[in-house]
């Protein structure tokens, strides 16, 4: 079975986001959300495109950033969940993992 690949935008934590990702057996590409003059869907659009599915950290980054990624993800296809629980990586990449597993 391929390995799902999840999109992480938003937070700091990228070394621990691919560390829980190799557990829950899926690849992690991630983005701190952060792009000169707000989101610019350029930043983001080759992330999205060669993922599965896109986890946002709400509280992490601006709202613009939020409504490109949506875009983007309504452009792909993609499904995007946003998480709301904070900044933690293991609720993330849980996030992630439970949406690739629901659909």
Do not use: W
Not at 9 to 28: E, L, P
Request: aromatic share 8%; charged share 20%; net charge positive.
């Amino acid at each position: 079975m391929k390995k799902q690949t999840i999109f992480i935008v938003g937070g700091s934590q990228k070394q621990t986001f691919i560390k829980i990702g190799k557990k829950q057996n899926c690849n992690i590409l991630f983005h701190p959300g952060k792009v000169r003059n707000g989101g610019v869907k350029s930043a983001f659009r080759k992330f999205v495109k060669n993922s599965d599915c896109v986890v946002v950290l709400v509280e992490a980054l601006g709202h613009e950033t939020m409504y490109q990624i949506k875009d983007l993800c309504k452009e792909y296809g993609k499904k995007v969940v946003f998480h709301t629980d904070g900044f933690g990586a293991t609720g993330a990449v849980t996030a992630g993992v439970n949406m690739m597993s629901a659909a």
